[in-house]
């Protein structure tokens, strides 16, 4: 597609319940990253691929959350057990080269709501 | 501390007022960041600094490595500009700072 694509748009989730969120980068990009955004703030890194490898997940909050990209393209956010402290906007971006800071492209983002 | 501070952190103006929107970094980058972010979460990249100045349109960014300082300038703002702008530098990952949220007024 022409840009990042992220599904769901919206989620509800009750705590405790897991979610998945997707992210579809532009075709071809090797690096994605995740982010998260808590309101009235800015957003903060989660982790990071260079195609299927995850370089970096330094920024993952706790073991509840996990992230895959097992064909290098299309990723998948997962956060387990959803905790109310977990609501946020979940951003995703892809960029050519590899760590490279040039040509970010983010996702619309999906808002994560924990009830 | 913040490794990004932006100021101020809401703005609220009438249209055709000149903008300014500041950034400040305590870290040492090789390029910065400005980035637009509407109500529906949507991020648009707006400029990559690394020196100078930058100009697209009514926009205008700068930046001082030495003084590890940026600026973005709106002219002649207009309601449309009304969003959150975020300033991001390369450390070892992008780091974003919380943003400015510009609401233009006609």
Request: one cysteine or more.
């Amino acid at each position: 597609g022409a840009g990042v694509s992220q599904s769901p748009r919206y989620k509800v989730a009750k705590r405790g319940q897991d979610v998945a969120l997707r992210c579809d980068p532009i075709s071809g990009h090797v690096s994605l990253f995740w982010y998260q955004q808590a309101l009235g703030q800015g957003p903060e890194f989660l982790t990071y691929f260079q195609n299927e490898a995850q370089l970096d997940k330094s920024g993952l909050p706790s073991d509840r959350f996990f992230a895959e990209r097992p064909e290098g393209s299309v990723s998948t956010l997962k956060i387990q057990r959803t905790q109310q402290e977990d609501s946020a906007v979940y951003l995703c971006a892809s960029s050519p080269p590899a760590r490279g800071f040039y040509g970010y492209t983010f996702g619309s983002g999906t808002r994560l709501t924990v009830v | 501390k913040n490794e990004v501070e932006q100021s101020p952190q809401n703005l609220t103006a009438q249209e055709g007022e000149f903008i300014t929107i500041n950034c400040s970094y305590s870290v040492g980058i090789s390029a910065l960041h400005w980035l637009q972010q509407h109500p529906g979460g949507g991020i648009v990249s707006l400029f990559m600094l690394s020196s100078g100045k930058k100009k697209h349109g009514r926009l205008i960014a700068t930046i001082n490595i030495q003084e590890k300082h940026s600026s973005l300038h709106i002219t002649a703002s207009h309601p449309r500009d009304s969003a959150v702008y975020i300033c991001a530098v390369m450390v070892e990952k992008l780091t974003f700072g919380t943003g400015t949220r510009l609401t233009i007024i006609p």
